[in-house]
Nanobody
Framework: QVQLVESGGGLVQAGGSLRLSCVAS????????MGWFRQAPGKQRELVAR???????NYADSVKGRFTISRDNAKNTVYLQMNSLKPEDTSVYYC????????????WGQGTQVTVSS
């Protein structure tokens, strides 16, 4: 069974930075593309960053130039460096494996809350 454990969230002022981490187990991490998703209250979950098994990255327009996704296969960990945070980035952030069509698995962790104050 896949387990995903996110951490690193918190309360930060607008313009600040946070670094999220996600440790995956129960899967062959190195062969999976990974994604960071977020879900704000009353909104659908959205994919904000994706990294392929080979390290290719893609970002949602709303975070491009501010967020950076990376991975450490030796540690089964994917990171999300978030800079220049805005109040609209406030959400619960989750990681997951994603297919070539960006479909996540059915396994979700507890997420980590990011709150950006204005």
């Amino acid at each position: 069974q896949v387990q995903l454990v996110e951490s690193g969230g918190g309360l930060v002022q607008a313009g600040g930075s946070l670094r999220l981490s996600c440790v995956a187990s129960g899967t062959i991490f190195s062969i999976n593309a990974m994604g960071w998703f977020r879900q704000a209250p009353g909104k659908q979950r959205e994919l904000v960053a994706r990294i392929s098994a080979g390290g290719r990255t893609n970002y949602a327009d709303s975070v491009k130039g501010r967020f950076t996704i990376s991975r450490d296969n030796a540690k089964n960990t994917v990171y999300l460096q978030m800079n220049s945070l805005k109040p609209e980035d406030t959400s619960v952030y989750y990681c997951n494996t994603v297919t070539a069509w960006n479909t996540p698995s059915n396994y979700w962790g507890q997420g980590t809350q990011v709150t950006v104050s204005s």
